[in-house]
């Protein structure tokens, strides 16, 4: 699966839209962006995924560039409670036991 | 409701003992994973298993045990051999295919 490169660390103003940046430019044709997120000591939740289109769903919308080599995945209207770490995941389904591989992922600070 | 359930929450063992974590889900998934999270760090496969009676090695599969008797279950064992045990483990699952995976709210084990 190919890596993936996010900024460490973001804050946004509650309101705003928060654009989160992801670099996959090692990514090959059939692998799929996934982004998922992970509160404070829980586990990380699924949010959207997306091969090549620009997908949109009730929590956040993914932008996918062209070439594909990088992403961004926008909370439209951010509040405190989506303070959290974001993964940027590349993937092939059904790769190895579809096993998901985990970096470092960025940390959003949604702050009043 | 469907889900995937981690118990306990919260483990205290002491250095040499063996310790068995409990990942049980009823979502129907023939995949399960664990992965372990260190704090401030990413997650990093233990193991994982596509199906029952089968499992596979992840990253850092030294120290560890797993059985998946069940579809339903797939118990961790966290050995004597695992020099740092102290770390917060997740356990997920999915069926497969371009779907996303869920994961369980963790077991935060502490060896004293």
């Known amino acids: 699966d190919a890596k993936t490169t996010q900024p460490t660390s973001m804050d946004c103003a509650e309101g705003r839209a928060a654009n989160l940046p992801c670099n996959h430019s090692t990514i090959s044709g059939n692998e799929y962006v996934y982004w998922y997120r992970q509160i404070h000591s829980q586990g990380p939740q699924y949010i959207i995924h997306?091969?090549?289109n620009n997908e949109t769903n009730e929590m956040a919308s993914l932008i996918i560039t062209e070439d594909r080599k990088s992403s961004t995945l926008i909370l439209p209207h951010a509040t405190l409670r989506d303070t959290a770490v974001y993964y940027c995941?590349?993937?092939?389904?059904?790769?190895?036991?579809?096993?998901?591989?985990f970096g470092g992922g960025t940390r959003l600070m949604v702050k009043p | 409701d469907g889900g995937i359930t981690q118990s306990p929450k919260y483990l205290f063992r002491k250095e040499g003992q063996n310790v068995t974590l409990s990942c049980e889900q009823n979502?129907?998934?023939?995949?399960m994973y664990w992965y372990r999270q260190d704090p401030g760090q990413g997650l990093r496969l233990i193991y994982y298993?596509?199906?029952?009676?089968?499992?596979q090695k992840g990253d850092i599969a030294e120290g560890y045990s797993v059985s998946r008797e069940k579809k339903e279950s797939f118990p961790l064992t966290v050995t004597s051999a695992q020099k740092n045990p102290t770390a917060f483990y997740l356990c997920?699952?999915?069926?497969?295919?371009?779907?996303?995976?869920?994961f369980g709210q963790g077991t935060r084990l502490t060896v004293v």
């Open positions: 298993s596509q199906i029952v009676n089968d499992f």
């Open positions: 997306g091969l090549k």
């Open positions: 979502l129907n998934h023939d995949a």
């Open positions: 997920a699952s999915s069926i497969g295919g371009v779907t996303e995976a869920f």
């Open positions: 995941i590349v993937r092939v389904p059904n790769n190895a036991g579809n096993m998901l591989t």
